[in-house]
């Protein structure tokens, strides 16, 4: 079975700084996709980023961007210029062949002024 | 609609008692999902619909729970003799279908057990 560990349960940014929350994983599997999702205080989740298992290019969504070193099962998600609206649970996700998303416990960021 | 509903959004019951919850995808969405978020936890997941295949229900945590999707579009939850551990928030989300895609979440239902 799939599991995925975010080790940083909470975390703290200033406006207009950079922050980078971790995920790990592990998997048996070689085909695979991983996500960030964010779910604001309002509980609605929204997907962040996307990465394919297969690509070597870390993927990018305007301000935010991955590190995804596939050797090391780590996926670490970078907040550029973070914003008050960037303030929510983070979520690292999982998904293999078993079609189902397996979810990390959450990083809860905080932007400050 | 626009995105995925859920209803009720929140939901007081006495332990013992047995509760619906209803989720409506997207419409045209196959896949369609439901998630239990404990306080300070992760999602946890509970049932899988795709198409006409047969659900995976292989998160469900005990023969109290059950869902069932009508059409393949609605889907409800049933919680049967609640008990004080299932508060939680439950999340349905839906896709397209292929399982690299992104889900599209409700805002989930607040159930409270006292």
């Known amino acids: 079975a799939q599991t995925v560990t975010q080790s940083q349960p909470e975390m703290s940014v200033q406006e207009a700084e950079t922050v980078t929350l971790s995920c790990t994983y592990d998997?048996?599997?070689?085909?695979?996709?991983l996500f960030w999702y964010k779910q604001p205080p309002s509980r609605q989740m929204i997907l962040v980023i996307r990465?394919?298992?297969?690509?070597?290019q870390n993927a990018t969504e305007n301000r935010f961007s991955v590190n995804f070193q596939k050797a090391a099962k780590s996926f670490s998600l970078k907040i550029s210029d973070s914003q008050l609206g960037d303030t929510a649970m983070y979520f690292c996700a999982f998904s293999g062949t078993a079609s189902k998303l397996t979810f990390g416990t959450g990083t809860r960021l905080q932007v400050t002024l | 609609g626009a995105g995925v509903s859920q209803s009720p959004s929140n939901k007081v019951t006495e332990k013992g008692k047995d509760v619906e919850l209803r989720c409506d995808p997207i419409?045209?969405?196959?896949?369609l999902y439901w998630y239990r978020q404990s306080l300070g936890q992760g999602l946890e997941f509970l049932i899988y619909?795709?198409?006409?295949?047969?659900?995976?229900k292989s998160g469900l945590p005990s023969d109290r729970f059950s869902a069932e999707r009508t059409g393949g579009s609605v889907s409800t939850l049933t919680i049967q003799r609640t008990q004080q551990e299932d508060s939680a928030v439950y999340l349905c989300?839906?896709?397209?279908?292929?399982?690299?895609?992104?889900?599209?979440f409700g805002e989930g239902s607040r159930l409270t057990v006292l």
């Open positions: 419409s045209g969405h196959t896949a």
């Open positions: 998997t048996s599997e070689s085909n695979y996709y």
């Open positions: 619909f795709q198409g006409n295949s047969a659900p995976d």
């Open positions: 990465q394919e298992a297969y690509k070597q």
């Open positions: 989300a839906s896709s397209a279908g292929s399982w690299a895609g992104e889900l599209f």
